[in-house]
């Protein structure tokens, strides 16, 4: 891991956040920015649908799926019964799923 592209995301995060204005979209693109860097792979944000749902990044080698990625607004509780449903529908149809708040996996 490269520790300038981890600090360039957090400082990405940190003055959309101070907005205070954000919604847990407004994240997407630094985050989006670090898997490509971090990775090399190609990211898209809001890939069409697939039978389990929608996750909100799909990670791509050769434009193929290799990772998904479903996030929450920054500070949700990722253990909340609220995204139970979703998650264990993920989970059990995607063998490579990141979930995060921005800030935790």
Do not use: W
């Not at 204005?21 to 670090?34: D, K, N, Q």
């Not at 697939?50 to 290799?66: E, R, S």
Request: proline fraction near 2%.
């Amino acid at each position: 891991m490269s520790a300038t592209h981890i600090t360039t995301y957090l400082a990405s995060l940190s003055a959309l956040y101070s907005q205070g204005i954000t919604t847990e979209h407004s994240f997407r693109g630094a985050l989006e920015t670090l898997l490509k860097n971090m990775t090399g792979f190609s990211v898209v944000n809001e890939a069409r649908h697939i039978d389990c749902g929608a996750p909100d990044l799909t990670l791509l080698k050769d434009n193929i799926p290799v990772g998904f990625v479903e996030a929450k607004d920054v500070g949700k509780n990722l253990n909340s019964k609220d995204y139970k449903n979703q998650f264990d529908r993920y989970k059990k149809a995607l063998d490579n799923l990141i979930i995060t708040d921005y800030l935790t996996c």
